[in-house]
């Protein structure tokens, strides 16, 4: 979660500034910035994979390759599109290629944890729900565009408090779904 906020901080604040610099170097570090917290969570994702039993280390096999081949799928089609000049895209879209992976991933392993009666959640381990930590993402997120919507453009302050929303909707859910069946249960 810390190199996550520190992916977001660097995403707030570097990568704006790196289109607007006019030193080759510090536009390479500025732009190159906000890979290294990424690369810190793929790292951790491998060994947890690597420490996982048998069982889980199939289930994220299964997901990772799956994500693999829906992505690689959709990059291609999108590609071939791009080539063809049916839709226009530059290289910012590149940029969504690896959240479309995580998400894949994400679904994918969730679906393979239920055929073994589990969860696919890595709440286990913690004394706070990620639905906790994504509502107080969106709060970040929420705080973020507030404190940058005099410094920012429109629609970059729109998209920021879309996903901010969208975090705390997407963190809200889970603890509206158990309120709604502890409360129905008790009927």
């Given at each position: 979660m810390i190199?996550?906020?520190?992916?977001?901080a660097?995403?707030?604040?570097?990568?704006?500034?790196?289109?607007?610099?006019?030193?080759?170097?510090?536009?390479?570090?500025?732009?190159?910035?906000?890979?290294?917290?990424?690369?810190?969570?793929?790292?951790?994702?491998?060994?947890l994979?690597?420490?996982?039993?048998e069982?889980?280390?199939?289930?994220?096999?299964?997901?990772?390759?799956?994500?693999?081949?829906?992505?690689?799928?959709?990059?291609?089609?999108?590609?071939?599109?791009?080539?063809?000049?049916?839709?226009?895209?530059?290289?910012?879209?590149?940029?969504?290629?690896?959240?479309?992976?995580?998400?894949?991933?994400?679904?994918?392993?969730?679906?393979?944890?239920?055929?073994?009666?589990?969860?696919?959640?890595?709440?286990?381990?913690?004394?706070?729900?990620?639905?906790?930590?994504?509502?107080?993402?969106?709060?970040?997120?929420?705080?973020?565009?507030?404190?940058?919507?005099?410094?920012?453009?429109?629609?970059?302050?729109?998209?920021?408090?879309?996903?901010?929303?969208?975090?705390?909707?997407?963190?809200?859910?889970?603890?509206?779904?158990?309120w709604?069946k502890?409360?129905?249960?008790?009927?």
């Open positions: 190199a996550m906020s520190i992916y977001t660097f995403m707030l604040i570097a990568w704006p500034l790196a289109s607007e610099t006019t030193s080759l170097p510090l536009k390479i570090l500025l732009a190159v910035a906000p890979t290294v917290p990424v690369l810190y969570v793929i790292g951790q994702m491998a060994r994979i690597l420490n996982s039993d069982l889980e280390r199939h289930t994220h096999l299964v997901a990772l390759g799956t994500a693999t081949a829906v992505v690689s799928a959709l990059s291609i089609v999108a590609g071939f599109l791009a080539s063809a000049g049916v839709v226009k895209l530059d290289g910012s879209s590149l940029l969504f290629v690896f959240p479309a992976m995580v998400v894949c991933y994400a679904l994918v392993r969730w679906w393979v944890m239920r055929s073994y009666a589990g969860s696919g959640s890595c709440e286990e381990g913690f004394s706070i729900k990620p639905s906790v930590f994504m509502m107080l993402g969106g709060v970040a997120l929420l705080l973020a565009a507030l404190l940058l919507k005099h410094h920012a453009q429109a629609d970059r302050l729109t998209a920021l408090s879309g996903v901010g929303f969208g975090f705390m909707a997407g963190g809200l859910l889970p603890v509206l779904l158990r709604f502890r409360k129905y249960r008790r009927e």
